[in-house]
């Protein structure tokens, strides 16, 4: 079980510290380096970051619903519900502008790519959130135990 409590711990710490990341630092500094640098940027870092991000998302989710299928307390379920939350809402929300912002065949101006970019990161910021409030009924959960 304690194999299961820390994956649980690492994984969706590693996703909520990731999202938090990228909201607070990462794209705020790339939309100051100008809205050409930022959509270059987009599309490597998030090649690189989705495989990170899916396996934290669902292995934390996973290891979450074991702990509390397994004797843990209900708030490990709770965790896990906040946690895979950031699945259907990246495919549902941000997915579309994803989208737009990988096309890099697509004739945008600047500021079409500057409004994509705006819109993202507030939505972004759901995940940082969501993940954010798993982490600490994880956290809560496993310290109470």
Request: with cysteine; hydrophobic share 60%.
């Amino acid at each position: 079980m304690i194999l299961v409590e820390f994956l649980a711990l690492f994984l969706c710490g590693t996703f909520f510290g990731a999202a938090v990341y990228i909201s607070i630092a990462q794209h705020p500094a790339t939309m100051k380096a100008g809205i050409p640098f930022a959509a270059a940027f987009f599309p490597p870092m998030y090649g690189l970051a989705a495989p990170m991000q899916i396996v934290s998302a669902l292995g934390g989710t996973l290891a979450g619903i074991g702990m509390w299928f397994f004797g843990g307390s209900l708030l490990w379920l709770v965790g896990a519900i906040l946690l895979v939350f950031v699945i259907p809402y990246t495919i549902i929300i941000l997915k579309p502008i994803n989208d737009q912002l990988l096309d890099m065949q697509a004739k945008r101006s600047e500021a079409e790519t500057e409004k994509l970019l705006n819109l993202w990161a507030p939505r972004h910021w759901v995940r940082s959130i969501a993940s954010g409030l798993s982490f600490a009924t994880y956290l809560w959960t496993s310290i109470a135990a």
